[in-house]
DNA sequence: TCCTTTGTTCAATGATCCTTGAACTATTGA
DNA sequence: TCAATAGTTCAAGGATCATTGAACAAAGGA
């Protein structure tokens, strides 16, 4: 690995940036499943009703390099989780109230949403 | 006056476009002063630090259509106001995490912010 | 080793964004 | 009526965005 991937420090997340990269339906639809997902990660792969792979690898990098989501390696996977305390730290309030907000949407606009609730947490992904 | 200014009514104001208007220094900046200066209204003519005249029309149109602002004609002035009652109904505190937020960007980014905390409110805007 | 899985990179395309200056409208006050 | 004030509209420009398919790379299992 020639260089890892960029995450920006917790310090040097910028609210603008937080913004842009939310404000957009499939990444909006990322947070709010990894949210329900708990802290459980999950890999670009579970995303794959929300766009193409290509489509995915670019909304995960933006959420990525606007400090919203750690990414990590994992064999031939990358394992995503929201940066809750970075963000909780930085903006207190901000990702619950987002989060909250987007749980409202209809589920025909949030297609795999019945799936990432899971409530007892035993999906077994393919 | 053929058609009066567009307002999405509060049930119509949708997460994606209020993040995508606010995604933006120069709106950020508005939505910043507009709330330290209270309840008060204040005009285009205000933010003029912030950009030109032809931009600030045009952001401030951007923030009314995503249902973030409110602007009612006074002579040849325009009144505007956050929504702030619309918005907390529909996205419980997520403005007042923004605001709370946006307030910490330093003076240096946020060229007027001194001015529009202006705690007496007696500022005799020329 | 070969194949599969998982995801990235690249170039191309069309769409949207932000800014600018010039021209314009509407309202107010002298 | 005339001029000043406040803001809008328009077309043009360059920049950034989101999507696509093809090619690529890295890791793991048979």
């Known amino acids: 690995m020639t260089h890892p991937l960029f995450h920006p420090d917790a310090e040097e997340i910028s609210l603008p940036a937080i913004l842009t990269a939310l404000g957009d339906e499939t990444r909006l639809n990322i947070i709010a499943i990894l949210a329900r997902n708990g802290e459980r990660a999950m890999t670009c792969g579970q995303f794959l009703e929300l766009g193409s792979k290509t489509a995915l690898s670019y909304h995960v990098a933006k959420l990525r390099e606007a400090g919203v989501i750690n990414v990590r390696p994992d064999g031939t996977k990358r394992l995503l989780t929201l940066r809750r305390v970075d963000l909780e730290g930085r903006f207190p309030g ?31 992904w393919t």
């Open 94 to 124: 901000f990702l619950d109230s987002i989060i909250a907000s987007a749980n409202t949407i209809p589920l025909r606009e949030n297609p795999i949403a019945a799936n990432a609730a899971d409530p007892a947490g035993e999906t077994e």
